[in-house]
């Protein structure tokens, strides 16, 4: 078994060595300037047979953009977990679909996913692939964040720059121009494709008219702030590749009782007292993983800031990263698409009213309960879809996750991505806002929806590496 300790913001180190932190940024930036470099090919501006194939360069400009989409999800105002996981969907098939024509073994996902057509087929002229997925990710992000401050959109136009600027001193013009269009135009018809998909600018609707059911055991807006239920609707999007009718979704939760010698009331005191008497660990646990909104690129952001780091971590390719960051995207976006049609169709309740109403009218969970149904629990049902078609991929690495490193939480290690769903899952019951049903279950409906990512065409299971 493979082992990688993948950083945050660039930083490969496996169990052959460690590297500083110096170290780390001056391979990046050699990573990122190799990854433009055309060499002998500089003077070839006609036949795409005599320049590199989009595999002969590494997966930096991709790490770098979608470095900065976890930075728009966390301070763009609306971007709450659904809205969140569509983004990173689209901009992870606009990278694909971009490079996929300088990848001969692999296949444009047009027909595959639902409603997507291809883009023209691009002439078989040269065109350099860094540049073609740079142009693709900076168009698709700024149709997807349209809101977004001011400070973010310099953002994107500075490292838009930086790779544009590398490009056209190594390149010839109608290379540089025509590597610029095609991920421009693939960009554009992706957003396009999006805008039917039923979340189409849905950071400006949270919270739409909805009238949840009452009854016995039914959702109700929970403390402290009482809000009414976030994206309602959400469960009726068009998903990526879950067909009509094929939700992956959850078996039913535990029948709603309030008897004390019940299921249901046993599960509600297993989250209660599991609040109660909580480890150091199990806080630490709740912590790393709760992705707030606002504070975080969210959970969804949680998978793709994993998948980041082990695109730097194993050196990935250009072809590699770009099916990576797709498939990971896609999962994330239709999980929370099968997980809220899971949540509204049952409508459960959250731990907090139950225990309160008949444990201890007190009590309060370590972390804030968000504003829609209990069951099934959205961070396991995404950890799960993630950490499915990550091993699909790679195989069954060790790693370390150092998401949050920079906010002060201390990196983890798992001994799988699977390991690391379940934990991801196990952590909304210590915060108390999930029963363990949800959890469980959650995982299990995810790992559904990751194996049908991963039956998407592209190239041999894990890319060859392990």
Known sequence: MRCVDVGTRGGPQTSAGRLTRRALLVRASVAAGGALSVGAFRGDDASATTWPPASAYGGEVPAAWFDLALDLV??????????????FGYAGVALYQAVAPGLPARRSFAGELNGLTDVPRPARLARHWPTVASAALASILRALFPTTPAVNRVAIEELEHRFSKQARAALPPAVYRRSVKLGADVARHVYEWSKLDGGHEAFLRNFPPYTPPSG??????????LLPALQPYWGANRPFVLRSGETCSAVRPPAYSENPCSHFYREAYECYDSVNHLTSDQEAIARFWSDDPGETATAPGHSISILTQVVRALDLPLGSAAEAYAKVGIAVADAFISCWNTKYRFNLLRPVTYVRRLINPSWTPLLITPPFPEYTSGHSVQSGA????????????AFIDRTHERTGLAPRSFGSFIDAAHEAAISRLYGGIHFRAACERGVEQGICVGKRVSALPGRAPRLGLV
């Open 74 to 87: 966390r301070t763009t105002p609306g971007f709450s977990p659904p809205v969140a996981s569509r983004a």
């Open 216 to 225: 016995p055991g039914l959702w109700e807006p929970t403390p402290p702030g």
């Open 386 to 397: 993630a950490a499915q078609v990550l091993t699909d991929l790679f195989g069954p690495i």
